[in-house]
């Protein structure tokens, strides 16, 4: 049986002081509700600048720190960046890569068009991220998810295939036994517009069709997408869905902690 993993995807939001507040909070629902053991694993990714504050402010609970991107070089003139070890340094158990938003892929633009090459995270990169991730202690949450004109135009199962091909490209299935995947279609990002829960049932088991047979049954496999205390259970008691990576229901704790509850009724 696979343990449900449920992390929140805090974005570019919150300041500092503010992030290890929340955690704080959650940190004493989590102690109310479970005590020291909870069947469902619990994550949060704050921003690189909140890392150790949010580490500081877990430290006694069940709350594991997660980043929401890497670097795949180790150090160098790379100016900007982070890489797998700094973030392990910062005391992190999980890290982001290829979120939706990394790819450049919105669900309305969020940026303008001309700006969308920054944000250029491809399959390639993303496997060279997972390949340098799976070097370190870090346990990554690789996302994929087809778009709103990719879905209309009946091609989700392709580009679900195309992403797992290219993520997962020279890793070994014994490495691949410790990756989360997440579903996420983009059209479900922050619009409210959940995935129906037997179509993300569907689609995460096409997921799990793309790896290799040795490790497909053990990978937990999440749902992301609009993700809320009122869907959360629905979705969880899906079979192939092993939990959720949650952006703005993450944000306020008393929310997240009910989507936390939903997956260990399930
Ligand atoms: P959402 O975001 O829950 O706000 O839709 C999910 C995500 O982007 O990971």
């Not at 091909?165 to 997440?182: H, K, M, P, T, Y």
Request: net charge negative; glycine share 12%.
């Amino acid at each position: 049986m696979r343990k449900k993993v449920v992390v929140g995807n805090w974005k570019m939001n919150l300041l500092r002081d503010d992030a290890g507040h929340r955690i704080g909070q959650l940190k004493e629902l989590i102690g109310a509700k479970c005590g020291t053991e909870c069947d469902v694993e619990i994550g949060i990714c704050p921003t690189f600048l909140s890392l150790a504050t949010a580490v500081d402010a877990s430290r006694g609970s069940l709350i594991g720190i997660g980043a929401q991107d890497v670097f795949w070089k180790e150090s160098g003139a790379f100016t900007g960046f982070l890489s797998a070890s700094m973030i392990e340094d910062a005391g992190a158990k999980y890290v982001l890569i290829g979120h939706s938003e990394r790819r450049g892929r919105f669900g309305k633009l969020e940026v303008p068009e001309s700006t969308l090459g920054f944000f250029a995270e491809t399959n390639e990169t993303v496997n060279l991220k997972l390949k340098a991730v799976l070097g370190s202690s870090l346990v990554p949450i690789v996302c994929i998810g087809e778009n709103l004109s990719e879905r209309e135009a009946g091609d989700t199962d392709r580009v679900i295939g195309e992403q797992m091909a290219g993520a997962i490209e020279e890793v070994d299935a014994s490495d691949l036994a410790r990756v989360i995947f997440a579903y996420e279609p983009v059209w479900a990002i922050g619009t409210g517009k959940v995935c129906d829960s037997v179509e993300a049932n569907r689609v995460c088991g096409v997921v799990r069709q793309c790896l290799p047979e040795s490790v497909r049954d053990v990978i937990r496999i999440q749902y992301g997408g609009s993700v809320s205390p009122a869907n959360a259970q629905e979705l969880f008691s899906q079979p192939e869905i092993d939990g959720g990576l949650v952006g703005g229901a993450s944000l306020k704790p008393e929310d997240f902690m009910q989507v936390i509850v939903a997956a260990s009724s399930v």
